[in-house]
C-alpha cells in the first residue's frame, strides 16, 4: 500500500473581529471548520483556498499571506493531512450561490464563540491556525512556487 498525506488549504478571514466558519455535516455529526477542502489536480494552494471560500461560504476571498503549513495525523482514521492555511479578506458575498451539499451554513464567530465550540471542531488544526493567526504568524505568498507545467528537473 502506497501512504499518502491528504493535502488541503484554508482559509482565515477576519471582518470586525469575527472570523468566517462554516457548519457542515461530517460523517453523521455537524461540525465547525474554517472554509477548507482538498487541493484538486492542476491547481495551486492559493488558487484551492479561493476556490474553497467561495463553494463553501459563497464569499470572494483575496489572500493576502500563508499563516503556516501545518501536518496533523488523525489516528482514528489513520490519515495523515498536510493543511496550508491562508489569512486574507472576504469582499464581496455572492448571495444567490448554493453552498456545497454538506455545509449547513456559514456564519462569522469571535474566537471565544469558536472556543466555546471546541468539541465540534473538525479538527485541532482549525483553533491552532486561529491562534497562530491572532499571534501574528504571517509568510508572504511569495514562499510558495509553482512550476510552469511540463518543466523537467
Not at 38 to 62: G, K, M, P, Q
Not at 79 to 84: C, G, M, Q, S, V
Request: proline share 4%; aromatic share 8%; hydrophobic share 35%.
Amino acid at each position: 500500500m502506497v501512504w499518502k498525506p491528504r493535502v488541503t488549504v484554508a482559509v482565515v478571514a477576519e471582518r470586525q473581529g469575527r472570523f468566517l466558519m462554516v457548519e457542515e455535516h461530517v460523517h453523521g455529526q455537524v461540525c465547525f471548520n474554517q472554509p477548507a477542502g482538498h487541493l484538486e489536480d492542476n491547481e495551486s494552494l492559493v488558487e484551492a483556498a479561493i476556490r474553497e471560500c467561495l463553494e463553501e461560504t459563497a464569499w470572494h476571498f483575496r489572500p493576502t499571506a500563508l499563516v503556516g503549513i501545518y501536518r496533523w495525523r488523525n489516528a482514528e482514521k489513520n490519515d495523515t493531512y498536510l493543511r496550508a492555511t491562508f489569512c486574507g479578506e472576504c469582499d464581496a458575498e455572492d448571495t444567490r450561490r448554493e453552498l456545497d451539499a454538506d455545509i449547513i451554513a456559514a456564519h462569522w464567530l469571535t474566537h471565544d464563540d469558536i472556543r466555546s465550540r471546541s468539541e465540534l471542531l473538525r479538527s485541532p488544526l482549525v483553533l491552532k491556525s486561529l491562534d497562530d493567526y491572532l499571534d501574528g504568524q504571517r509568510y508572504p505568498l511569495e514562499l510558495l512556487t509553482d512550476l510552469p507545467q511540463g518543466s523537467t528537473g
